[in-house]
């Protein structure tokens, strides 16, 4: 795994990926979720976006402890290292959960009306029919119709929305809370020291 990149220490360049993509996935989750044309529009691009996070978060880990291990001892990056060590296991339930709903979307509709179906993905679009005109013979060709997806019933639909709103909302929580530990780590107490020239309040 990387530790350095361009010279530089890997984590403070990776952390930056991983705090755009971890809540960019959960945000897509959210709404494939709750909005079933949002999932039929989004498609696979959830689980994808997601899974290039989950893969993010061990690398940006491991990048990380190489650099504590080059600091100072101090109690605030070990902080902020140990609720590194947290964000795997809800970025993997982002992950799974969002590949969980992209399946179950393919093969059911997710839908907050009971007597709703929709279109298989897989099938073409149903056209209207042509026709066309050869001599005195009319020639009408049509396709038949998409296959119907079967709706699942509403409580599945409330339960798999409960269960996205829950880990993303705690993959973003989390997110935040590691940084904000990394943040005070680097920066904790630079606002509180004077200006050069002694001009700051």
Known sequence: MPVKINGLPAHILLIHAVIVLLPLGALMLVASAVWPAARRKLGFLTPAVSLIALILVPVTTNAGEWLRDRLPQNPAIQ???DLGDTLLPWAAGIFVVAAALWLLGRRFELTWRPDSTAPDPDEPA???GSTGSVGTATLTQTRPAPTKLPALPVWVAAVVAVIA?????GGVVQLYRIGDSGSKAVWGGIADQPARG????
Not at 165 to 169: E, G, H
């Open 79 to 81: 902080k902020h290292a």
């Open 198 to 201: 002694g001009g700051g309040s």
């Open 165 to 169: 709103l829950a880990v993303s909302a």
């Open 126 to 128: 149903a056209a209207t």
